[in-house]
T-cell receptor, first 111, second 113 residues
Framework: DGGITQSPKYLFRKEGQNVTLSCEQNLNHDAMYWYRQDPGQGLRLIYYSQIVNDFQKGDIAEGYSVSREKKESFPLTVTSAQKNPTAFYLC??????????FGDGTRLSIL | QKEVEQNSGPLSVPEGAIASLNCTYSDRVSQSFFWYRQYSGKSPELIMSIYSNGDKEDGRFTAQLNKASQYVSLLIRDSQPSDSATYLCAVKLRGGGGNKLTFGTGTQLKVEL
């Protein structure tokens, strides 16, 4: 089945540690996005990528990094510089002006 | 003023009633509008998209767009308990390169038996 796969579903980070969240899609979508959602809040854009080997900062990119080496994959690294990383992280993809579709999300917590 | 605004609710309606969810946006030249449904602990699911003024119907859902007044609404007819969720309004604002969307904070809907 075509879709967007995020892993892991739950992730725990220790102080000073970088962690990487995986996002893979087999929809042949050009554009991919990372959002952060805090309790009772809407989605805030972290990074997005329209084509392979290119990506742009969203509204809250500080403390995060991404890569887009393959069309299917858009991993997000939460670095130790992100002091408040506890949130629900959502990956989405889209083609052209079509709506974005989301993966199931990764819930990140601090140990 | 927030770019995309929604009443956070909760909006409570009895089963079988019509639920009306509203969203206003700040950018007059926005072109694309979406409604997502999000169940607690789950990811958002697209339920409606609308691009031109007027109504768009899909089953029990109707999206209404009024660009002059800068609002978009979602009507849910014959509301069911399974419709209880948070509904997110998303707008592609001017300069939204890369198909960037701006989301409202969502309206929580509760359908009561």
């Amino acid at each position: 089945d075509g879709g967007i796969t995020q892993s892991p579903k739950y992730l725990f980070r220790k102080e000073g540690q970088n962690v990487t969240l995986s996002c893979e899609q087999n929809l042949n979508h050009d554009a991919m996005y990372w959002y952060r959602q805090d309790p009772g809040q809407g989605l805030r854009l972290i990074y997005y990528s329209q084509i392979v080997n290119d990506f742009q900062k969203g509204d809250i990119a500080e403390g995060y990094s991404v890569s887009r080496e393959k069309k299917e994959s858009f991993p997000l690294t939460v670095t130790s510089a992100q002091k408040n990383p506890t949130a629900f992280y959502l990956c989405a993809s889209a083609v052209g002006d079509q709506p974005q579709h989301f993966g199931d999300g990764t819930r990140l917590s601090i140990l | 003023q927030k770019e995309v605004e929604q009443n956070s609710g909760p909006l409570s309606v009895p089963e079988g009633a019509i639920a009306s969810l509203n969203c206003t946006y700040s950018d007059r030249v926005s072109q694309s509008f979406f409604w997502y449904r999000q169940y607690s602990g789950k990811s958002p699911e697209l339920i409606m998209s609308i691009y031109s003024n007027g109504d768009k119907e899909d089953g029990r859902f109707t999206a209404q767009l009024n660009k002059a007044s800068q609002y978009v609404s979602l009507l849910i007819r014959d509301s069911q308990p399974s419709d209880s969720a948070t509904y997110l309004c998303a707008v592609k604002l001017r300069g939204g390169g890369g198909n960037k969307l701006t989301f409202g904070t969502g309206t929580q809907l509760k359908v009561e038996l």
